[in-house]
């Protein structure tokens, strides 16, 4: 069908796109970029006045690239997949406009069929003209925005992590720390403090190896960062640097902070009430509108089921796809920024004094080859000996059996229906008739078992992934009391190290098995850092880091922890506040989505079991009047409702979990739970 071939370019399209935006993100320089700078930078360079804002975005962006150069790449790709879909489109042309007659009803009037059918070439010319062209442009409008984009992500991730990183500042000068040193200690731990130490990183870059000063590696600062409060922050720094006032600067700016964070909170659910009003219109009553129109345009143009195929299998999935994009652009659905992979991280070893081992080059080599060795295999022997905490940590591993559970249950196919299905394999050929009947009835008996497949492969992940994410909720919920607890025996005289031994031995809930193994550290005469980053790493929660890094460094730094413990301990419960008034509000939200989802059940539901069946009586005894109508395939349209029904099932979900959980994955169960009731909906009742 000619929507295969249209979906082709689409994908065609967002592949080359995806994967060159991915190199600019990675910043990799290719030949490619070369040629087309060489073709196309001189044209670029002359004009560059008039991308000044461009310019900007590329660097709030830490795109690595000038402004002539990104345009000149731009433009060679751009060509090249404009060209590749030109060519598609004379293909596509040919085969549309030299079929019969009666294929070309979609596109043409019947009566002008013929007269198009003499224009066979002049007119696949002009497909593969409006291709290149719709090619061109949008893989160009997308590249010249993906830096504006970028950099909006950019100013959501560091304003968000501002705050914690803020606190952490303010621990290590309220210990004496020179500001410089600060920054250095906080860059080494981007991993945790998020976009805000990346910024803080390119400071101390700047000073290391460009040789500048502290306030010129501000300023440079200051223009690349796409963040209003970045700034803010750095011109106030600016002025105080000089002066003994930065510790009460910092804490000054914590305090101002937090109330910023609060009102962003309250910004960020308004614009989540025009998100869903947007999904519900856009993406639910939308497409049901236009299925029925189709629907009833049967009767005048058959050839409509196949704008159906394009709107179910095409347009749906990729409209969800940038709404979800769209959600990413209003800011963090979720509190905590995202948490690396502990094995991605580098260490530091600058501070560390080189030592000569004796071995040769080529015996180090080797003999770190066998560490790296040694380190895998360790990892693999503790993947096996504790399965249940390697899948809780990691929930992704469950699809080594969910998949392998779900594949031995489509081997259960009937036989006739595997030799169908792959004869149908085999003899795949793109036309642009209407679905086969015989293709209608396989799909119709096949299209159960990849439902089932499907939910067996995903429920294992859904359950581990909200057991870690209910872990991770709960062990948040007790940090604020574990502050309090801490900042009240530190008022108390008492020292750090015997506050955790007293805190142990109260209810903490899911904290106190954990904060048992820290009282056996300290007992065993662990010192108290080391007691504090063995819970980090048992925890291993993204707020739990940031906190137990600022208590390791302000107890490394000062006795005193009384005002550290107060305004982490302050950040913490605002912060726990804003995650149950966002959590609240989220609820309407997944409600107002099943609620649509369920009346479009409905409505398509009524059409399968009710209109259709009426409506081809009245196409047969229409057409043995002599009137009008098209030939109505009940079985095609009735799939076309149940996967159209699946799909919105399934997308749905992931939508409700993105805005209700802050997480796509967090709403891969009621995507299940939607294409289940679908599945029954349809399989027993239609």
Not at 99 to 124: K, M, T, W
Request: charged content about 20%; hydrophobic content about 45%; aromatic content about 14%.
């Amino acid at each position: 069908m000619w929507v295969n071939g249209c979906g082709s370019t689409v994908a065609l399209n967002g592949f080359c796109t995806g994967i060159w935006l991915l190199k600019r993100g990675n910043m990799t320089y290719t030949i490619l970029d070369e040629l087309a700078y060489l073709f196309y930078g001189d044209f670029f360079y002359k004009n560059k006045e008039y991308f000044q804002d461009l310019k900007v975005k590329i660097r709030h962006s830490h795109i690595s690239m000038s402004v002539d150069q990104y345009l000149a790449s731009t433009f060679m790709y751009s060509v090249i997949v404009g060209i590749t879909s030109g060519i598609f489109g004379l293909w596509l042309g040919l085969k549309i406009f030299g079929s019969p007659v009666s294929r070309l009803s979609l596109f043409v009037d019947p009566a002008r069929a013929d007269i198009a059918g003499e224009y066979v070439y002049p007119l696949a010319l002009l497909v593969g003209l409006i291709l290149f062209l719709v090619s061109f442009f949008a893989v160009f409008l997308v590249a010249y925005i993906y830096p504006y984009f970028q950099a909006n992500n950019r100013q959501a991730s560091i304003d968000k992590s501002m705050l914690p990183a803020i606190t952490y500042m303010y621990a290590l000068t309220k210990g004496g720390m020179s500001i410089y040193d600060v920054f250095r200690s906080l860059s080494r731990y981007s991993y945790i403090f998020g976009a805000t130490a990346e910024e803080i990183s390119y400071v101390v870059r700047d000073m290391d190896y460009l040789g500048k000063d502290f306030i010129s590696s501000l300023k440079i600062a200051k223009e690349r960062t796409p963040s209003e409060i970045f700034k803010d922050f750095v011109d106030g720094l600016i002025i105080v640097s000089s002066s003994g006032t930065i510790t009460e600067y910092i804490k000054n700016k914590s305090e101002q902070y937090q109330g910023l964070a609060e009102m962003a909170n309250r910004n960020l659910l308004q614009r989540l009430d025009v998100l869903a009003e947007i999904y519900v219109t856009a993406l639910v009553a939308g497409p049901l509108f236009v299925m029925v129109t189709l629907v009833v345009l049967q009767f005048f143009r058959p050839a409509s089921a196949q704008i159906l195929y394009m709107l179910i299998y095409i347009i749906l999935p990729l409209a969800t796809l940038l709404y979800l994009v769209l959600l990413d652009t209003v800011g963090e659905l979720s509190i905590d920024p995202k948490k690396g992979d502990i094995r991605s991280f580098t260490i530091n070893l600058s501070d560390i004094p080189e030592i000569n081992s004796g071995f040769t080059e080529e015996v180090e080599q080797k003999r770190k080859k066998m560490y790296m060795l040694y380190r895998e295999l360790h990892r693999l022997k503790d993947m096996v000996l504790n399965p249940y905490r390697t899948i809780r940590n990691e929930p992704r591993y469950t699809f080594f059996f969910g998949v392998p559970l779900g594949l031995y249950y489509l081997t259960q196919l009937p036989r006739n229906l595997r030799n169908s299905l792959f004869s149908s394999f085999h003899h795949l050929n793109i036309s642009f008739d209407h679905v086969t009947d015989s293709a209608i009835k396989l799909v119709t008996a096949v299209d159960d078992y990849f439902v089932i497949f499907i939910v067996v492969a995903l429920i294992p992940f859904i359950i581990f992934y909200e057991i870690k994410a209910w872990r991770m909720r709960k062990i948040d919920e007790k940090m604020p009391d574990f502050l309090k607890s801490l900042s009240s025996m530190n008022e108390s005289g008492i020292m750090l190290a015997n506050s955790l031994k007293i805190i142990a031995e109260s209810k903490m809930g899911i904290l106190s098995k954990e904060l048992k193994k820290l009282k056996e550290d300290l007992s065993w005469g662990t010192s108290t850092s080391k007691a504090l980053m063995n819970l980090e790493n048992s925890i291993r929660t993204p707020s739990s880091s940031r906190i137990l890094h600022i208590l390791v460094k302000a107890n490394e730094s000062t006795s005193d922890l009384k005002n550290v413990l107060s305004i982490t301990a302050r950040q913490v419960r605002n912060d726990e506040d804003m995650k149950k008034e966002r959590s609240s509000a989220m609820v309407v939200y997944v409600i107002t989505i099943y609620v649509a989802f369920f009346v479009f059940l409905f409505i398509v539901y009524i059409l399968a079991t009710n209109f259709f069946p009426q409506t081809a009586s009245f196409s047969t005894s229409s057409q043995g009047m002599g009137g009008i109508g098209g030939y109505f395939n009940v079985e095609e349209y009735s799939m076309l409702m149940f996967h159209s029904a699946l799909v919105q099932a399934f997308t749905s979900g992931i939508v409700a979990g993105k805005m209700g959980q802050g997480s796509a994955y967090l709403g891969l169960k009621y995507s299940v739970s939607m294409v289940i009731i679908t599945y029954v909906a349809f399989t027993m009742f239609v």
